[in-house]
Each structure stands twice: as C-alpha cells, then as structure tokens.
C-alpha cells in the first residue's frame, strides 16, 4: 500500500503581501482540500469562495515601524513581587511540557532577586527574565498587554544588542523564549526565524548530543537537555502547523528509561512524520507500520516520563492560585494525538474523495461503488483521525470553564483548529458514527476557538472558517435529508399510491408486470439492501448516492435520479400483493390479555385528583 499526496503545497500571502510556502502538513493546506471536497458536494458557498482564502493572518507590526528602537532601548516599569510572582505563574502555565527551560523552584525566587537590584545589569541575566516576565504578561487573563510587550521589547533589545556575537545557552534561551512569545502573538514567520537562530546555536553548543552534555556536570547536564527539548518541541511543532521542513535532528534514543522524557519522545514522533510521510509526500506500508509502532511503545510508557517532565499525573492541578487544569498533561495528551491526525489525514481525504457523489466520477468507471470496496487499514485509519479529533476537543473541555486558563494557548488553539477540520469534513463522508454527536463536537470546538479569540487574531481567523464550515455542513446534511426524503416517499407512493399526483397518459399505458421491480421490492419487504435496478440515464446535478447508514447497521447504497421516469412510475407495482402474502405477522402475542381494560367514570376524577395531589 502506498498512497501518494496531491500537490498541495503553495505560496500564500501575508499582510504585507510577501509570498510565504505552506507545505502538506499545514492546516491551510488541509483547509484548501476540505474546500474542494465541500465545493464537489454542496457547490459554490460562503466557505468555498472566503475572499481570504488565499491569505496568511498575521498579527505583524505595521510597515516601517521599529519596536525595538522605539520602544525597547529602555528598561521597562519594574513590576512589584506580587506581579513579578504572578506572572512568573502564568509563564509557566502557558509553557508547561513544551518549555521548561529553568528549573522551576528556583526561577521564581531567581527573579525576585533581580529586581531587587538598585540597577538592572543590561546583560544576559535581564535579557532573559524580561523575557519570561513578558511571556507570563502576555499568557494573564488580566490585561497587561502592554506591560508584556515592553518587557518583551527590552529584552529582545538586550539580547540582540548584548547576546549576538558568540553562541551561549544564554543566547540560545533568549532565542528561544523570543520565538515562544512571537509564536503566542501569532507571528508565526516571525516565530519562525528567532527560532532558527536557536537552533544554529544549539548546534553549535553541541546540544543536539547527549554525549557531549554529559561531559558536564548534573546541573549543567540538565539546563543543555531541557533546553534542547524546548527547541525540539517548538521546532517540531512550528514545522508541522506551517508545513516546513523540520530544523533539529533526533541522535539521542528517545526511548531510553535514563532521563525518559515523554515530550521528547513524542517530538521524535512527529520527526518521522514530517521526514518519512510529508517530505516524501506518499505513504508506504513500511512506513505505516513503522511509526503505529512508535506510537504504541509511546501510549505504554508515556507515564513513567511525567516525572522528567515536570508533569503531574492528574487532570487538576493545585497551585498557589487554586485549583486549575492540568496543562501539561493536556499540551501532551494534544500533541499525541495530533500526531496521530498528521499521519493519518491523507486516508481520510482519500476515502472520502472515493466515496464521492456518482456524478461526479469517470462516466467509464462502474457507478454506486461502496466505498467499502476500499481497504479495511484506509478505513480504521480515517476512522482514528476523526477519533483523535473528537478526543482531542473533549480534552479541552475543561480549559473553558476553569479561571486559571491563560488567554494564549498558541499549541491549544492549531490542535482545536485541526481536529475541528476533521470533524466537519467527516460529515461528508459515510464513516460510521454518529452524525449528531459530530455536529456537536463542531459546536463544541466552536466554543475553545471562541474563548481563545479575544487576544489572538489568528484564532479569530480560525473560528470564521469553522463557522463557515458548519454552515456547509448543515447544508449537505440538509441536502442528503431531502434526498432521502424524496426516496422514501417515492417507494411509499409505488407501494401504496399517490392522491396528489396527476396521472398522465404514459402511466396509464405503462406495463404493469414489470418483473424485475418485483424482484426489488420483494427484497425491501424481505429487509435485505436492494440498489434500484432500472437503467440510470446520463450523470444530471440530481442524480446523488445515498448511504442509509445507522449507527449498528448498513442497510446498503440506493442509486436513484429524481428525473427518471421509470421512478415516478407508479402502476409499475400493481401486483405487489402476489408477494406480500408469504410473510406474515401474527397477532397472537395480543390475544393473551386485555389491552385497554373497562373502567368506571370515577376513574378518571380519582385519577385527576392524585395528578393534582402530586402537582401540589
């Protein structure tokens, strides 16, 4: 099995209107898919002609404006403990499992001291606790917005001005925290080459092997290993959402008991899936088989590598501001399964654009083929796409309520927005499952898009288009009703007749014992599937395929075109009774007592008198 991808990669344009590559794994890529999927079933609408369609959101600075040298080259407003303590919490909410970059018992107390200075040092140190006092700033429910941007605006200037000529883990931190407050901003691109420059100086550290860290020594040894899992992380994770090649390469065994990282592991996952499945753009068997395997091994010792991660084993989490969700564990839990999405999506638009509308294939190919007919391994994996989708919005459900949820959740908001894509366009195909319970989990990442989307314009972005998607989904589903309806009341009208249709000449004329038609309906009566056996004229835009699904049960495909008159044709069925008669339904079960047993007028007042006895 090797299944190929369609040349979906593009230039797409950003506010300034500079062209930027989008590669397979993106979400813009998917979308341009889904789009086409939803243009072949439901035609031209709002969500197929969106007049950004072709564009990159982006929250940049306006054109010719220089943050940095209008706003950064003075040390920001020192904040007081209380909010130097809270926003040091909330940078480690927003970047829990995915950068813990400094020990955590310490940081806190680390900044304290800091501003306890009569004069900040402009050096390394201030260039990177402004840093994390930005990102903590900028993840606070309460608006300090433009706290965390003067923050973040000296120490980008301090570390460009200070940090640049040789390569440090100071530099490489800086870089790093840089790219994860851009990244939370939605500026990706932006995001995108500070992080690049981290990288470069990881490499040039030696970070990339765990051979030369362990040449130092512990605590030196474990700043080098979780600064390069914070680099993998963001790495990864920036490559798959912008279709990118990834910029860091695995050597360590990630799945080594000594110092077993979870978050590491799983960034070794999504490696093999950009390298081996997006940048080869097919999919092999051995391929398959290769990365399910790593996905197994994952699932059975991700919770011995908790520990490592700084990641309690619990959903719920008690801090010093109370009772909150457990981020880290959902940011894992969210990564794991978009992995699985990632790998699996191809199948799920290749079944669904095998089991398109019968009009809309090759005349020459046989029509009112089940999409059944497709390998059982393409079917489980289009099913465990849309199952790590649906997992995926229910374990964000907490985040909706809870008060100690940040405002920017950058990783939240790209998995939510994947997993509602797969959702929505799983409406369009014949996947077992239930329809409703799917429409509703569309409602539901409605609601994370939404919370997310006062402070991050990208997100904005991404809940218009899942409204326009749900908009298109109700629409097919709407279309797929009135065709089953118009079925339906078609056999009702050949079984029993019609009162309100005119009879014409040509019915009257029509032969009635028409074998082959009783032959169909004797299987209807019988229960068995049946596909209508009169001839099918040439594909017209009303011809549709319906698949009588329910949620046990296949009932079978029905090919049927609503202008064809050999379907309109009721005498066709006149001697329906010489097949009626062999099945029976006996009533004797009735016979055994009394359905509706005779009671007195009294009844009925003593009856309402207890009703009202109740009511009261």
């Avoid at 990159?56 to 209380?82: F, Q, W, Y």
């Amino acid at each position: 099995m090797a299944l190929r991808f369609p040349h979906l990669s593009r230039l797409i344009k950003d506010d300034r209107g500079t062209f930027m590559f989008i590669g397979d794994s993106a979400n813009h890529s998917f979308l341009q898919n889904i789009r086409r999927i939803v243009r072949d079933r439901v035609g031209d609408c709002i969500f197929v002609d969106d007049p950004m369609r072709h564009y990159m959101v982006e929250a940049c600075p306006s054109k010719g404006h220089n943050s940095i040298l209008h706003h950064g080259t003075e040390p920001p407003p020192r904040p007081t403990e209380d909010e130097a303590k809270s926003f040091v919490y909330w940078y480690r909410q927003a970047t829990h499992s995915i950068l813990q970059l400094f020990d955590d018992a310490k940081i806190c107390d680390d900044i304290l001291d800091w501003l306890r200075l009569p004069q900040e040092p402009v050096d390394a140190i201030s260039a990177t606790y402004s840093l994390i006092l930005a990102i903590g700033a900028q993840a606070c429910p309460d608006d300090y917005d433009e706290r965390a941007e003067r923050h973040f605006n000296y120490g980008r200037y301090v570390t460009l001005a200070t940090l640049m000529d040789d390569p440090s883990i100071a530099t490489t931190q800086c870089h790093v925290l840089i790219a994860m407050y851009l990244l939370a901003q939605s500026r990706r691109n932006a995001a995108f080459m500070y992080l690049g420059i981290a990288v470069r100086g990881a490499y040039a550290l030696g970070l990339h092997r765990e051979d030369v860290s362990a040449l130092y020594d512990e605590t030196e040894y474990m700043t080098r290993e979780r600064l390069w899992k914070g680099i993998r992380t963001l790495d990864l994770f920036m490559s798959a959402s912008l279709g990118r090649p990834p910029a860091t390469l695995e050597t360590r065994d990630t799945a080594s008991k000594e110092h077993y990282s979870a978050m590491n592991d799983l960034s070794y996952i999504f490696e093999n899936i950009l390298t081996e499945v997006y940048a080869k753009r097919m999919i092999t068997t051995e391929c398959l088989k290769k990365i399910s395997e790593l996905h197994r091994g994952w699932a059975t010792r991700f919770g011995g590598g908790l520990r490592v991660d700084n990641i309690p084993p619990r959903d719920e989490v008690q801090t010093e501001a109370g009772t909150g969700p457990n981020l880290g564990l959902i940011h894992l839990k969210e990564a794991y399964y978009w992995t699985i999405m990632l790998l699996s999506r191809p199948f799920l638009i290749d079944y669904i654009s095998s089991s398109s509308p019968p009009e809309e294939r090759d005349s020459s190919s046989t029509p009112s083929q089940p999409t059944s007919s497709l390998s059982p391994s393409r079917n489980i994996l289009a099913q465990a796409c849309v199952d790590s989708a649906v997992r995926t919005i229910d374990l964000f459900q907490p985040l909706l309520t809870n008060k100690l949820t940040p405002k920017r959740l950058p990783f939240v908001v790209n998995s939510a927005f994947a997993a509602s894509l797969i959702i929505g366009v799983a409406l369009f195909s014949d996947l077992e499952g239930s329809v409703p319970l799917r429409r509703k989990r569309l409602g539901d990442a409605c609601k994370v898009l939404e919370k997310f989307s006062v402070h991050d314009p990208v997100t904005k972005r991404y809940l218009g288009i899942i409204e326009k998607l749900i908009s298109a989904c109700d629409t097919f589903l709407e279309l797929q009703q009135q065709k089953r309806m118009v079925y339906n009341n078609d056999l009702i009208g050949r079984l029993f007749g019609r009162l309100d249709e005119e009879i014409t000449m040509k019915d009257a004329k029509t032969t009635n014992g028409n074998s082959g038609d009783v032959t169909q309906w004797h299987r209807v009566w019988e229960g068995e599937p049946v596909a209508l056996s009169q001839p099918t004229p040439p594909a017209t835009e009303t011809s549709a395929m319906v698949n009588s699904h329910t949620e046990n049960e296949t009932l079978g495909e029905i090919r049927y075109d609503c202008d064809d008159p050999s379907l309109q044709n009721q005498s066709m069925v006149s001697d329906i009774g010489n097949f009626l008669s062999p099945r029976t339904l006996w009533f004797d079960a009735y016979d055994n007592g009394t359905l509706f047993p005779t009671v007195g007028v009294s009844m009925l007042d003593f009856a309402s008198l207890e009703g009202d006895h109740h009511n009261g």
